[in-house]
Nanobody, 120 residues
């Protein structure tokens, strides 16, 4: 079994910062691209940022310059540092990863989601 375990969400004032973490646990052989997506009420889930196993990053235009994605391959963990948060960043944030399991199969996994609320 493989799971993505998220932590770090919460309530923050506009202009504040939060750091999300997502650890992949279980029968893992290797992890390819990892990323963060978000879904606001009444909206579709959207990409926030991704990072390859080699460290190449990609960001949504709406978060460029404010959010930073990083990963620790030794810990099978991906992070999302969110600075200068805006009310429009309010959403449930989901971790995503493409993982090759010890069984040999590769598939996409999702975390359970963590709420980020930006409000004064």
């Amino acid at each position: 079994q493989v799971q993505l375990v998220e932590s770090g969400g919460g309530l923050v004032q506009p202009g504040g910062s939060l750091r999300l973490s997502c650890a992949a646990v279980g029968s893992i052989f290797s992890i390819y691209t990892m990323g963060w997506y978000r879904q606001a009420p009444g909206k579709q889930r959207e990409l926030v940022a991704t990072i390859t196993s080699g460290g190449t990053t990609n960001y949504a235009d709406s978060v460029k310059g404010r959010f930073t994605i990083s990963r620790d391959n030794a810990k099978n963990t991906v992070y999302l540092q969110m600075n200068s948060l805006k009310p429009e960043d309010t959403a449930v944030y989901y971790c995503n990863a493409n993982i090759r399991r010890l069984s040999g199969s590769t598939r996409e996994f999702w975390g359970q989601g963590t709420q980020v609320t930006v409000s004064s």
